[in-house]
């Protein structure tokens, strides 16, 4: 498969069409994700070209928008020659910022049980972590999968999530981590008795002041 440049407009909503576009077309004549299909090497080896073509067009550091994806990140090693915004370092301010010291987590399979983001979170601030019981995981992982990176948000879904954020609220959860970049165009604000943590606005943040810095 050929790689698509895409120059933008004269603002940045003209692309918005354009990449939603072919990635929803090319989703749908080739469909899946690496991830999904168990393929982490090919994710990795793309991952360390990508990381190639933004240093060579002059970019000082980078970030990856998928939380998941992130597994993958330390497995780079010497070929990763740009500095990368954590994501995980980005929710981590907010934590401490906010004070919270329980937390409930919403992402993936992987994000949700695996060591790569909550070992990441644990070594700059102290907390109890809280993810979804048995059939709730079940229910965020495949909306995730099946709907979300799919572009597909249901009302009936954000219905099952409220649920899902009320639930974590009830066990104790002061804040809940909305891990995964879909969950946040999902669920707002007003579905929450407790504040949310899009990690993507997180990030976003974090990059634009990591730009700005002196």
Known sequence: MK???????MGWPSTITYYRTINEL???RIGGTGGKSGRWGKVADTLAIQIDKLQSAGADFFILTCNTVHFVAP??????????????????????????????????????????????????HDFNLLVPHGSEQDKVCDAIMGELVQGTFLAETRAQFKLIVAGLAKRGAEVIIL??????????????P??????SIARAEAAVDMALAD
């Open 26 to 28: 090319i989703a749908k």
């Open 75 to 124: 497995h780079l090693g010497s070929s990763m020659k740009l500095p990368m915004l954590h994501i995980a370092d980005a929710t981590a301010r907010k934590i401490v910022d906010g004070g919270y010291k329980t937390v409930g987590l919403l992402g993936s399979r992987r994000t949700m049980t695996g060591d790569h983001y909550i070992k990441r979170l644990a070594s700059q």
């Open 179 to 192: 891990g995964c970049t879909e969950i946040g165009i999902l669920v707002q604000a007003e579905d929450s």
């Open 194 to 199: 407790v504040p949310l943590i899009d990690t």
């Open 3 to 9: 790689t698509i440049g895409i120059i933008g407009g």
